[in-house]
């Protein structure tokens, strides 16, 4: 009946900076400044195979899990934010970052998702009452939990899914 007392004012939360930084920030590795860079992460829908090889590295060479496993919610906001704009931009919908507390009290499309220890930011579109969550697939992905082969393969669910 009071529905409208539970609503909260929601707290965006601008995530395309952290996306920059897949580009902007990027390591010595020789891969990395051949292969992550403006030109190649423009995100595009095809420039999720940067991320993919970017990610495999990682995830597959000492020095990646090393990294991996010292800085890994960095990774996750990085790589999360960058899936995350790439599916935003080629949605052509209302989908604006927010803080995820911030929807999960102002809205019902949360109510089958359980607070996570770090509930990330999350893509929320407040005219269609829809969440997309490309941090939290990042961090399973990053985990091996994951039901996706690649980013590729969420990113191109996600945008037919909400377009």
């Not at 970017?54 to 890994?72: P, S």
């Not at 407040?126 to 941090?135: A, C, E, G, H, S």
Request: aromatic share 14%.
């Amino acid at each position: 009946m009071f529905e409208f007392l539970k609503r909260t004012k929601l707290i965006k939360d601008d995530l395309k900076g952290m996306a920059t930084l897949m580009y902007r920030d990027v390591s010595e590795d020789v891969w990395d400044k051949e292969n992550l860079t403006k030109r190649n992460l423009d995100f595009s829908i095809e420039s999720t195979r940067f991320i993919d090889m970017y990610v495999e590295r990682l995830m597959n060479t000492e020095k990646g899990i090393e990294l991996l496993n010292k800085h890994f919610d960095n990774f996750v906001v990085r790589i999360g934010s960058y899936i995350g704009e790439v599916i935003k931009n080629n949605i052509n919908q209302d989908f604006t970052w927010y803080e995820f507390d911030s929807v999960y009290v102002y809205s019902s499309a949360l109510d089958e998702i359980h607070r996570s220890e770090k509930p990330y930011s999350l893509l929320y579109s407040k005219k269609r009452d829809m969440v997309i969550m490309p941090l939290q697939e990042t961090l399973q992905f990053l985990e091996g939990t994951s039901r996706y082969p690649n980013f590729l393969a969420y990113v191109e669910e996600m945008i037919k899914k909400n377009s």
